[in-house]
């Protein structure tokens, strides 16, 4: 009797219409959640691709700036003592436009603190130079003025070559994502 109402079930089509309804609702809703799912999985593998890419464009171009920072400061060590050289202050551009936050999710913790500490002692040499600049007039006050010039030019040949020589130490391979 029992096997008789599983067939009477199966074979009535007011019940099979709602069961199949219902199997239909259920299939659908499942597909959609499962859709969902997938399509998340996949914007997130495109985004992280893309902020890699971004990250590698960062990373070089502050490497660049870096390398350009360390031919500019060895110009200064060698010709800083030499009465009336002009010379350009450090570059920190490409520093102050980039966003950090990708940086700092992007990059392991020391890398990015390595960067940090270049760009912030880049940033003290240039306060020197400019302060330098505007206290000592490298012309009319060069007689007149040589101990401010010459305690400015110490701090500033010492804080060049601190940066240089941790610039030396940090390794751009380290530094640039492997794709």
Not at 150 to 157: H, N, S, T, V, Y
Not at 164 to 173: G, K
């Amino acid at each position: 009797m029992c096997s008789i109402n599983i067939f009477d079930n199966v074979f009535d089509p007011s019940k099979w219409i709602g069961n199949f309804s219902a199997n239909l609702f259920s299939d659908i809703l499942v597909a959609i959640i499962f859709g969902i799912i997938i399509s998340n999985i996949i914007n997130n593998r495109e985004k992280n691709k893309e902020n890699k890419e971004k990250l590698r464009i960062i990373v070089r171009t502050l490497w660049l700036e870096i390398e350009h920072n360390r031919n500019q400061l060895k110009i200064m060590i060698s010709e800083l003592s030499k009465p009336n050289f002009p010379y350009p202050a450090l570059e920190t551009s490409a520093w102050e436009l980039i966003d950090k936050q990708l940086i700092m999710d992007g990059l392991k913790v020391k890398d990015f603190e390595n960067l940090l500490f270049i760009y912030n002692r880049i940033k003290t040499v240039n306060m020197i130079y400019y302060s330098m600049l505007d206290k000592v007039n490298w012309i009319e006050y060069l007689k007149q003025k040589p101990a401010i010039k010459e305690e400015f030019m110490i701090k500033l040949i010492e804080r060049c070559e601190e940066v240089l020589s941790y610039i030396n130490e940090v390794i751009p391979e380290n530094l640039v994502p492997k794709k």
